[in-house]
């Protein structure tokens, strides 16, 4: 149960976004995938499920190429957007939070427990009917990582997911993504602030320019992000 690239490349015209990357990441690693904006962070993980298409290198998700079946890796790798909104598809949590199920084609009873699962994991429970438009940054965020676990993901990659959120509502989400490590699910976190993630993490990887920099322990790591504009613990 890896994600794994070699020497991923990609482009967007004559800019080179992601350059010969190779990584991987373990079966229940928490990794923190840091740099600036601009580094290519999330050009690389959008390569994890499919979203983007490399011009060089290859990814491949528990042993099998992304490009072979994609709908293999999206159903493996559960992804949250740096903004929950772009990804919501439905006026109210429980609708949004099925659609990944539905679209595998489940039965209806089981998209029933997968949601009421989902939302019992991000402190949600009883609150499928709600639009989602009606609720705080951080309870969209929780909507969006439900919507995820929804699809029973192997991997979850989350960008940016503490961005706008007050204290409350970032350690809500720092609880679930605790618990959901603690349970064997691989997690990526992009960011360029190590603050809110660094106790959490088994390794730090920072890019800059597209290329990997660091690949260490956040104890090692953390004497060198500062260096690429990534925020270090104080």
Not at 3 to 29: F, K, M, N, Q
Not at 146 to 156: I, V
Not at 178 to 204: E, F, M, P, Y
Not at 215 to 230: H, I, L, R
Request: proline content about 5%.
């Amino acid at each position: 149960m890896t994600i794994s690239t070699d020497s991923l490349t990609h482009r967007y015209g004559d800019t080179v976004a992601i350059d010969e990357v190779s990584l991987e990441i373990e079966a229940g690693e928490f990794v923190v995938l840091a740099g600036a904006n601009g580094s290519g962070k999330t050009t690389l993980v959008r390569h994890f499920n499919g979203l983007l298409e490399p011009d060089t290198g290859d990814i491949a998700v528990n042993g099998q190429p992304v490009s072979e079946n994609p709908v293999a890796a999206r159903t493996a790798v559960g992804m949250v957007f740096q903004d929950p909104r772009d990804q919501f598809v439905a006026a109210t949590v429980g609708a949004d939070v099925a659609f990944g199920p539905e679209n595998l084609g489940l039965p209806r009873a089981e998209i029933d427990d997968r949601v009421a699962d989902a939302l019992d994991a991000v402190n949600l429970r009883g609150r499928r009917n709600e639009r989602i438009d009606e609720l705080s940054g951080g309870e969209q965020e929780r909507v969006a990582i439900a919507g995820a676990l929804a699809m029973h993901p192997d991997h979850l990659v989350l960008d940016e997911p503490f961005t706008g959120l007050d204290a409350p509502a970032r350690n809500a989400v720092m609880d679930r993504l605790t618990a959901l490590h603690g349970n064997g699910t691989s997690i990526v976190v992009v960011t360029h602030d190590l603050r809110d993630v660094q106790t959490l993490a088994d390794r730090v990887v920072v890019l800059s320019d597209g290329r990997v920099v660091v690949d260490e322990t956040p104890e090692q790591a953390v004497e060198q992000v500062e260096q690429y504009d990534v925020r270090a613990p104080e």
